[in-house]
């Protein structure tokens, strides 16, 4: 069985030779396999599709796939049309537990959640009817889902949803965070969120005013704050720090005693605390998605990183994502590429002061500490962006700054934006190493404005890469990016680093990727919003215990190398502590 998919954003029949018709072999013969319909779009018949691929090669702007699929599926749960995406399977609330979903984007998983949410009626593939509830439970009869879905075909089930991508919130409600907030105080347990989720000082701000971490918080606390019978998170990580990542785990731990919750979660260290049960979502990104049925949380973040389901038999990756067990003690010999001095800026309610430090040629230098301590102001002040107190600082180095909150305000091509930042565009280095591991040959047609959060994540570090630059700062470059999008931008900048004799530094909370990347940290201390102080550079034992010690948070490494947060108050988060050692134990060590 195979589909075939068109995207339809990328396909410009106008701009081509419609090489998809003039090579098909089945054309040729005089079948009508492909043609271009009445909306000026290719269109594909599956039917006649003898899958030889040669569309695929052929079409200059990447806009067809033709897959073949595993035997086992045969008919789709939800699909978007003729030549659309196809989802597999659905991901199975549970009373009293966190059901989590792991995936790359733009898998299914949203679509999966709306379906599960009453937004949008599977059509279980049928384009030339509308199928009815009927039908569709007649699909899922004897199966865990049948009672869930029968509730949603009544239209009893009322919902709460965390959005993934919350820079849309100040345009649908226009007003203070406070007032937000009061609107979904269903439960009587508004008073604990935004205790637990220190919003107290954003209360009376308004919500347009609000930072990524602020305004990832109140989203957060309306979520839960609702009376629903079913809660659905998606991405809960994002611009927020380690404390508060820990602070809201918890209490969608609390919640889900007693209702079930589903959560899309990229930070794997989170991800393995908080789910009690996972589902795998494979496949091919805007061509299909299948999710499995559920697994432990450790044996199914462990099959997603290995790339194989061995209950399915299914490889869905050539390759393992592998965590490196590096020696951090022993650090590279390198030159100095720069010196910065001892800094201080002050603002009327915050004080930043920076000790005198160095940023070697060729490596990558983390920044860790909490939101609201300093951290994105330092970056700015090196960039030259903002002054210190007393002055412009005199680097001597040319530096290239991919700031922590985008904003598409061009309608420009992603090519025409790149070319802007770069004169080897069509070089094949350039290709290799910043169009590649990105992935940004299928969107590079594809106007800025229109691009999601993580397609704007990858084009702002493309462009902050493809600069001529002594030193790259990149602010939360991990962002609405899925597992697999981290691992190859820590290689990315690593290789980038190593290639250019240049230096990058990197801001992030995500630990999994300051530990693959880093090898030194410049570590930010203080009372967030009021004072922070910035010291270092340290190695990375030294500067992760100096951090995780001050936020209470033990890591461990399992034997396959992936590192993992004890829980608070375990046996091995008490151990670490008494022996000094919040970052990293193995569980040979135990």
């Known amino acids: 069985m195979r589909i075939a998919v068109v995207h339809k954003d990328r396909c410009h029949s106008r701009k081509c030779g419609t090489e998809c018709i003039l090579y098909c072999p089945r054309v040729r013969t005089g079948d009508e396999t492909v043609i271009i319909g009445e909306d000026g779009k290719a269109v594909i018949s599956e039917e006649l599709c003898v899958g030889c691929g040669i569309c695929v090669k052929k079409c200059p702007f990447e806009a067809i796939d033709i897959v073949s699929l595993p035997e086992e599926l045969e008919q789709p749960t939800h699909r978007y049309g003729v030549n659309g995406f196809a989802l597999y399977g659905l991901p199975i609330p549970v009373e009293g537990k966190v059901t989590g979903i792991l995936g790359a984007n733009g898998i299914g998983k949203s679509t999966a959640v709306k379906i599960l949410s009453g937004q949008l009626t599977p059509n279980l593939g049928i384009f030339d009817r509308t199928a009815g509830w009927e039908e569709i439970l ?18 009893k089930l009322k919902v709460a949803v965390k959005p993934q991508y919350i820079d849309y919130i100040p345009r649908v409600f226009s007003g203070t965070a406070g007032e937000l907030l009061a609107s979904t105080d269903e439960r009587g347990r508004l008073g604990n969120y935004i205790s637990a989720l220190t919003l107290e000082p954003v209360l009376d701000s308004d919500i347009a005013t609000l930072s990524g971490g602020e305004l990832q918080r109140v989203a957060i606390a309306a979520c839960l704050a609702r009376d629903a019978d079913f809660y659905f998170l998606d991405e809960i990580t994002p611009f927020l720090d380690i404390y508060q990542r820990m602070a809201a785990a918890t209490l969608i731990r609390e919640l ?43 044996v199914g973040i462990n099959q997603y990183l290995e790339g194989y389901l061995p209950e399915e038999n299914v490889r869905f990756r050539e390759y393992p994502v592998v965590f490196e067990k590096r020696a951090h003690e022993k650090q590279a010999e390198r030159e100095t590429l720069l010196e910065f001095p001892k800094m201080e800026k002050r603002y009327d309610r915050f004080r930043l002061v920076v000790g005198a430090g160095d940023i070697s040629a060729g490596e990558v230098l983390g920044l860790v500490g909490a939101n609201g301590i300093g951290k994105s102001t330092f970056a700015r002040l090196l960039a030259g962006v903002e002054e210190p107190d007393g ?17 598409a305000t061009c309608s420009d091509t992603v090519e025409f934006f790149l070319r802007q930042s770069s004169r080897t565009f069509d070089t094949p ?70 290639g250019r004799g240049a230096a990058i530094l990197v801001i992030d909370h995500d630990i999994y990727l300051i530990d693959m990347i880093s090898e030194r940290i410049l570590v930010f201390d203080g009372e967030p919003g009021i004072s922070g102080e910035a010291t270092g550079p340290f190695g990375m034992r030294e500067g992760m215990n100096r951090f995780l010690s001050r936020l209470g948070v033990t890591f461990r490494r399992d034997r396959s190398g992936r590192p993992r947060i004890n829980k608070p108050g375990s046996y091995l988060d008490r151990d670490q502590k008494a022996g000094g050692e919040y970052y990293y134990y193995t569980e040979d060590q135990v």
């Open 138 to 155: 007649r699909e899922y009869t004897g199966t865990e889902l049948f009672d869930y879905l029968l509730t949603i075909s009544t239209k």
């Open 256 to 298: 889900a005693a007693s209702r079930p919750i589903v959560i899309v979660e990229h930070d794997l260290a989170i991800l393995d605390m908080l789910a009690d049960t996972v589902h795998v979502a494979y496949g091919k990104p805007a061509v299909f998605g299948v999710i499995t049925q559920p697994k432990g949380v450790r």
């Open 391 to 407: 002055g412009p600082v005199e680097l001597n180095a040319r530096v290239s700054y991919k700031p922590q909150y985008l904003k």
């Open 429 to 498: 280095i350039y290709q290799h190493d910043i169009i590649e591991p990105l992935s940004l040959g299928p969107i590079l047609q594809s106007p800025v404005d229109t691009l999601s959060g993580g397609e704007l994540q990858r084009v702002a570090i493309a462009a902050c890469l493809s600069r001529d630059a002594d030193l790259y700062i990149l602010d939360e470059p991990s962002a609405h990016l899925d597992v697999e999008q981290r691992v190859r931008i820590t290689r990315m900048f690593r290789h980038h680093a190593d």
